[in-house]
Nanobody, 115 residues
């Protein structure tokens, strides 16, 4: 059974940076597709960024140029580097990975952007 464990969330001031991590355990294969989502209070979960197994990346307009998704296949871990954070980036951030044919969610990590 694959498990995803996220870390790196916290409280940061506007304009600050955070790096989120999502470590997968329980699989000897690398994930085919990796994504980050987020869910703000009272809102639906939204997609933030994604990366394929050949390292193609795509970003939501809301975070484009302010975040970078990356992966370390040796560690079966993916990252989300977020810069120039804004109060509207406050949300629970979730990672999602596909290990064909199944997909898995992390438990979420809280990011709060506030002065």
């Amino acid at each position: 059974q694959v498990q995803l464990v996220e870390s790196g969330g916290g409280l940061v001031q506007p304009g600050g940076s955070l790096r989120l991590s999502c470590a997968a355990s329980g699989s000897s294969r690398s994930s085919a597709v990796m994504r980050w989502y987020r869910q703000a209070p009272g809102k639906e979960r939204e997609w933030v960024a994604g990366m394929t197994d050949d390292n193609n990346t795509v970003y939501a307009d809301s975070m484009k140029r302010r975040c970078t998704i990356s992966r370390d296949n040796a560690k079966n871990t993916m990252y989300l580097q977020m810069n120039a954070l804004k109060p509207e980036d406050t949300a629970v951030y979730y990672c999602w990975m596909m290990f064909v044919p199944d997909s898995y969610w992390g438990q979420g990590t809280q990011v709060t952007v506030s002065s």
